[in-house]
């Protein structure tokens, strides 16, 4: 066992969270922890079943006395959101996670640690194994590719659960109970732009935009924390009197993450070269005043690219790409009226590539409204075919709708109160939580979401406060033995 975790309580969610970080699971690549899961709930005789996406369904029986009481599902997802910072070589599909301590909270050593949502499928693993609590019968479903649209909810069996109520173990602020969340779509590219040779006399320079916070599209995405996608479209469009050949972009992995590094190649001519540096390091000196504390690192580096790279963009190409991502939206497009304080519809971009003349793109839109997301895709579709490209509209996960009456959720308030001394924060969650999708097809099943404290999802800052995922189990296993009753 990792010694960050050794020492840590409860020791049996950690003895789970730390087969998670030695088994690597990045989005699509979740079946050596499914493998293991299943050999692990198959020597203790629980029965297991997987679906054809490859989620994974758990049961087991009631505690004796219990067995007449509601069926309760625990819900988490076993993969994780694969970021490193720039400097670090990590093979997601193949390293482990290496966890530690640092004042009271755990994180990873320069990549994600896997959180979210590894706390929530340890704790659902805990609470089978653990004799002392008291609960009806009890079902754990174990989802895939959550963190790419999810997925593995989207194409969940139907017929499969038999639960009455659902506990999803993925919301990320100790203290409140999430009973509403939004959906999401996706804004695609994938298209050949015109290339030429070099022009004569020009040079190439890499222009590398660093030390962000990055973070979660979803729950962080009102903080202010800027993009670095956004902020080199904005710094090449600032170059526009040097006419710039794009020849590389190189801006993020994952569209639901806010972009903390992206690298651009550009070719501008020799006898320009400083006269561009200059406008690059104006451009950086007038961010001072605009980035939020996480930002401040912002770092804007410039060298000479020494690669071998002999083509690039056409003029009129590389204008056309530029001046499209600089007219992107991103960030919040309006706050609800229905959850005060809750973003209502927002917008990421989160990948943008260019290599070989072939240029990709991916954006995340969220909303509580799902007709105002299909609006938001839309128009930024729109935008992106102005410009001669034809973009690709997914409208992925509907949102899940709050039900303030639910008899869960009472139950739940009283046992949160009970257990630690206050009564919860009723939330609904601008990120995407699979309980729509899920609804959509048990839409009998009511259902909550909680969890500890984690920051800083979806970027190597991300940390989970170490005293609140003990709160969190015991939360867990009093607000089961409530059903049970």
Same mark, same amino acid.
């Given at each position: 066992m990792n010694t960050a975790l050794e020492t840590l309580t409860p020791a049996p969610l950690w003895r789970h969270f730390d087969v998670l970080c030695n088994t690597p699971r990045p989005s699509w690549h979740e079946a050596a922890i499914q493998a293991r899961i299943v050999d692990w709930a198959e020597a203790r005789g629980l029965a297991c079943t997987q679906d054809a996406a490859g989620n994974l369904l758990i049961t087991q029986p009631a505690t004796a006395g219990h067995e007449a009481a509601p069926t309760v599902a625990l819900q988490a997802h076993v993969d994780m959101v694969a970021e490193a910072e720039p400097h670090v070589v990590h093979d997601f599909t193949r390293d482990a996670i290496r966890p530690r301590v640092v004042d009271g909270w755990l994180m990873a050593t320069d990549t994600t640690l896997g959180a979210d949502n590894g706390i929530g499928v340890a704790a659902a693993l805990a609470i089978l194994e653990d004799e002392t609590i008291e609960h009806g019968p009890l079902e754990v479903l174990l989802t895939v590719a959550e963190e790419v649209s999810l997925v593995g909810a989207a194409r969940l069996a139907p017929d499969w659960l038999s639960a009455d109520y659902l506990l999803n173990l993925d919301t990320e602020e100790a203290g409140d109970i999430c009973i509403g969340c939004a959906g999401g779509a996706n804004v695609s590219l994938d298209e050949r732009c015109d290339t030429a040779a070099l022009p004569d006399g020009h040079r190439l320079l890499a222009i590398e935009i660093s030390g962000l916070a990055g973070g979660h !599209? +979803?729950?962080?995405?009102?903080? +202010?924390? /800027?993009s670095a996608n956004v902020l080199m479209a904005r710094l090449l469009a600032s170059l526009s009197p040097h006419a710039p050949h794009l020849v590389v972009l190189d801006g993020g992995r994952m569209d639901n993450? *806010?972009? %903390?590094? &992206?690298?651009? &190649?550009?070719? $501008?001519?020799? +006898?320009?070269?400083?006269? #561009?540096t200059d406008m690059i390091a104006r451009f950086r000196a007038s961010l001072d005043d605009t980035l939020v504390t996480e930002d401040q690192n912002l770092s804007i580096r410039i060298d000479t690219d020494t690669t071998t790279a002999t083509s690039a963009l056409?003029? /009129?190409? !590389?204008? /056309?790409v530029i001046d499209m991502l600089a007219g992107l939206p991103y960030g919040v497009a309006a706050m609800s009226d229905q959850a005060p304080g809750t973003v209502e519809t927002s917008n990421n971009i989160g990948v943008v590539q260019l290599s070989d003349g072939q240029l990709t793109a991916q954006l995340m839109v969220r909303s509580l409204v799902d /007709?105002?997301?299909?609006?938001?895709?839309?128009?930024?579709?729109?935008?992106?075919?102005?410009?001669?490209? !034809?973009? +690709? #509209?997914?409208?992925?996960?509907p949102g899940w709708a709050p039900d303030a009456d639910s008899g869960l959720l009472a139950r739940f308030q009283a046992v949160h109160a009970e257990t630690t001394g206050a009564p919860p924060r009723v939330v609904v969650l601008h990120a995407g939580l699979e309980c729509g999708l899920i609804g959509a097809k048990y839409p009998a099943l009511e259902m909550i979401s909680f969890g500890p404290t984690i920051r800083g999802a979806h970027s190597p800052a991300e940390r $989970?406060? *170490?005293? !609140? #995922?003990?709160?969190?189990? %015991?939360?867990?296993?009093?607000?089961?033995?409530?059903?049970? %009753?």
């Open positions: !599209s +979803g729950m962080d995405i009102h903080t +202010g924390r /800027t993450a *806010i972009t %903390r590094h &992206t690298r651009a &190649t550009i070719a $501008v001519p020799g +006898g320009d070269i400083e006269a #561009v056409t003029a /009129t190409a !590389s204008k /056309t /007709t105002e997301r299909d609006r938001l895709a839309e128009s930024i579709a729109r935008h992106l075919a102005a410009h001669g490209f !034809s973009p +690709g #509209v997914a409208h992925g996960y $989970v406060d *170490i005293a !609140s #995922v003990e709160t969190f189990y %015991r939360l867990l296993g009093n607000t089961l033995t409530a059903l049970a %009753r």
